[in-house]
């Protein structure tokens, strides 16, 4: 039955018959070969040990079931069968059951005698080593701060989500955009990121719930499927099969590209990242080239299943890769870094900067490095550290600071993982103060590593405490007065600032 719902070949089997079971392998093996597809094959046997060895489990079975489970065992079975039909003499069957114990022996005796590992093993790269990237051409961080910091006329936290929604014509948290993302926004970069990929590399196939036709919930996909219908892909919702699928995928060389339809969802795939995907190059040294697009972030009033910012989880796992872009030139050329690194990438796309943060993009972008944060601002008094949407409200915090005679630097990230230390404490050793501002709730939020590393390694530095400026430890509200209360923005870094100032 499962097999009909996948459209594929399905059998089932008696599993306690070697003779069934092989014929019914050499037919699924024909057909797979004949390009015919696989066969799902469903054997039929008796449990005849616990799960793991002396757990008891099967004082669970029923006696009599169990007793005929250990009857049909098809080793000795089929043994008996083939002496019946005088096919095997008992010395023969003495003799090859001596062999196969004797095999058995050899092989455990060999492992128990087997020397411990190199301790270097446990420590052997948990990355793929990436391409090395011209540093000229993929660095922009001897780029001026006006060369990176777009400008946007409204700052994210003082602009009305339903004035945006009715300019853009859109709903903000995922409705139809009649005429397109503009062409100089944050999400049309991101579009264009994903066309540019789709094009250059025949190897890269998008997927994810109504993103062919219908074009995505936010648009983003808008006109892949006329142009590549047999590799811009509707999944079902199923987060946990589409990313098992993507990880398949790129074992056979393709270069998947997940939509997360909100960020919040990828939960029900939680477990294919972080036990599958980030494990796979250390377990095997084979590269999982794949992304995962999660939008994120509050700010419309999309309650708490559609608001949460999940990339503290992800940083605390080896493996993953995890990208957090501030900027629509940032989107653009780090979505292709993404696309075209060996290892599964988190990309953290905040929602609200979609069609809010905008920059005429270049003409020609290559593809940007991981791992590189940049000086959105130049300051001397105070550092304050964001990403993402926070990025936004350090450089209007730096701006209302400035008025006061403050100098306030603000340090984008852009990725956390792999987290440019060296940038950020560079800075800090300059200041003196630092504030970790993001939207994630405080509590083992990212920010709490940041602040760590600063504690660690520039406390000789420091006139004051690392200070965060987080979510509190609450579900997004869907008022949008309540979920305004609660977001870290502008107000609440001007007065950690002010506090820190005067340490």
Not at 159 to 179: F, N, W
Not at 288 to 303: D, K
Not at 375 to 389: F, K, P, S, W
Request: net charge negative; charged share 25%.
């Amino acid at each position: 039955d499962r097999a009909l719902g996948y459209g594929i070949a399905g059998v089932t089997v008696d599993g306690n018959d070697p003779e069934a079971m092989a014929a019914v392998l050499e037919e699924a093996v024909a057909r797979a070969r004949s390009g015919l597809g696989p066969t799902l094959i469903e054997a039929m046997l008796g449990r005849i040990r616990g799960h793991s060895e002396g757990d008891d489990s099967l004082k669970m079975v029923p006696k009599d079931d169990l007793e005929r489970y250990r009857a049909e065992d098809p080793v000795p079975a089929y043994g008996r069968a083939l002496e019946e039909a005088r096919i095997l003499d008992a010395a023969t069957r003495e003799r090859l059951e001596g062999r196969i114990s004797a095999l058995v022996e050899e092989a455990l005796s060999g492992a128990l005698k087997a020397g411990a590992p190199e301790v270097s093993v446990a420590t052997r790269p948990v990355y793929a080593p990436s391409p090395d990237d011209d540093a000229d051409e993929g660095s922009r961080s001897d780029r001026t701060p006006e060369e990176t910091s777009p400008s946007a006329s409204d700052p994210h936290h003082e602009t009305s989500p339903q004035a945006e929604a009715e300019r853009e014509g859109s709903d903000p948290v995922g409705g139809v955009v009649r005429g397109g993302p503009s062409p100089d926004s944050y999400v049309a970069a991101i579009h264009r990121a994903l066309g540019e990929e789709l094009e250059a590399d025949d190897r890269v196939v998008l997927m994810g719930q109504d993103i062919a036709a219908f074009e995505g919930a936010f648009r983003v996909t808008r006109g892949f499927f006329e142009r590549w219908p047999d590799r811009v892909l509707d999944t079902p919702i199923a987060e946990s099969g589409t990313i098992g699928i993507a990880i398949g995928a790129s074992l056979l060389g393709y270069r998947p590209v997940v939509e997360m339809q909100f960020g919040d969802f990828v939960t029900c795939g939680f477990n294919q990242l972080v036990n599958v995907a980030a494990k796979l190059f250390y377990r095997w040294q084979v590269p999982c080239s794949i992304v995962v697009r999660l939008p994120t972030g509050g700010g419309a009033g999309a309650g708490p299943f559609h608001s949460q910012n999940p990339e503290g989880w992800f940083t605390h796992v080896p493996g993953l890769k995890v990208v957090c872009p501030a900027t629509a030139v940032d989107a653009l050329t780090l979505l292709k870094a993404s696309i075209r690194d060996p290892n599964p990438v988190i990309f953290c796309e905040h929602k609200f900067l979609y069609r809010r943060i905008k920059e005429v993009l270049p003409e020609s972008a290559p593809a940007g490095r991981l791992g590189e944060a940049r000086i959105a601002r130049a300051g001397t008094d105070l550092t304050l550290v964001g990403y993402g949407v926070s990025t936004w409200s350090c450089l209007d915090a730096a701006e209302e600071l400035a008025a006061d005679g403050i100098s306030a630097e603000v340090i984008d990230l852009r990725t956390l993982v792999p987290f440019d230390e060296a940038t950020v404490l560079e800075s800090v050793k300059k200041t003196s103060r630092a504030i970790v501002a993001h939207e994630a709730t405080i509590t083992s939020g990212f920010g709490g590593e940041v602040a760590a590393r600063i504690a660690d390694q520039a406390f000789a530095w420091l006139d004051a405490p690392v200070r965060r400026v987080a979510h509190p430890d609450s579900p997004s509200p869907f008022d949008k007065g309540l979920e305004k209360s609660l977001l870290p923005g502008k107000d609440k870094i001007v007065a950690a600032a002010r506090e820190l100032m005067a340490w």
